[in-house]
Nanobody, 122 residues
Framework: QVQLVESGGGLVQAGGSLRLSCAAS????????MGWYRQAPGKEREFVAG????????YYVASVKGRFTISRDNAKNTVYLQMNSLKPEDTAVYYC???????????????WGQGTQVTVSS
């Protein structure tokens, strides 16, 4: 069982930055692929970024490439999403996700956090 708790969301002006954190429980964190999804009002949940268990592979949706960076610290059981050059269209609830399979992470992850709101004002 893995429990995920996000933090770091908030209100920021366009062009600003935020760093989201996701703290995971469980001793097997280092064996899980981790990722971030987001859901804007009236839209479907979207996979934003993912990272393999050892950090050797990362994935970004095209709309955030070059602006967002996903990383993990297995010693701290934490995954991060550094978000720079934020745009109003980045406004959404951001969810941390985990799965033993890096492939399944991008489709239907087994574990979810409760979400954290990110609001970017213009």
């Amino acid at each position: 069982q893995v429990q995920l708790v996000e933090s770091g969301g908030g209100l920021v002006q366009a062009g600003g930055s935020l760093r989201l954190s996701c703290a995971a429980s469980g001793r097997t964190f280092s064996s899980y692929a981790m990722g971030w999804y987001r859901q804007a009002p009236g839209k479907e949940r979207e996979f934003v970024a993912g990272i393999s268990w050892n950090g050797g592979s990362t994935y970004y949706v095209a709309s955030v490439k070059g602006r967002f960076t996903i990383s993990r610290d297995n010693a701290k059981n934490t995954v991060y999403l550094q978000m720079n050059s934020l745009k109003p269209e980045d406004t959404a609830v951001y969810y941390c996700a985990a799965d033993a399979s890096y492939i399944r992470l991008r489709v239907e992850p087994h574990y979810w956090g409760q979400g954290t709101q990110v609001t970017v004002s213009s």
